[in-house]
């Protein structure tokens, strides 16, 4: 089974950062996530399962919201394909 053949999973969004001090009054938004404003003026979903996880970030706390939430239904429906494509991939072919 190829990458594009394969039903797409909620780890495949992940980046590499984990939010290490989420604050304790944090308002969790369908108790799945919250959204935090970075200090460069933009802002992130942070996932409650796992953890911390940085999920999505944007220009606007209302974009993050609305997309956080269907990329997350899209997921849980098992519609992210349909709505999704890669334009192009970072694989290189053949030895380096």
Known sequence: MTDEQREPKLSDSFGKTIE????????????????K?????LFTSILKEPLGQHFITGATKDGVLSVTRAHLK????????SITKVVHSGFVGGKL
């Open 37 to 41: 404003e970075t200090r460069f003026g």
């Open 74 to 81: 899209a997921l849980q429906d098992g519609t992210m394909r």
């Open 20 to 35: 290490a001090n989420i604050p304790e009054d944090v308002e969790w938004i369908d108790d799945v996530f919250y959204i």
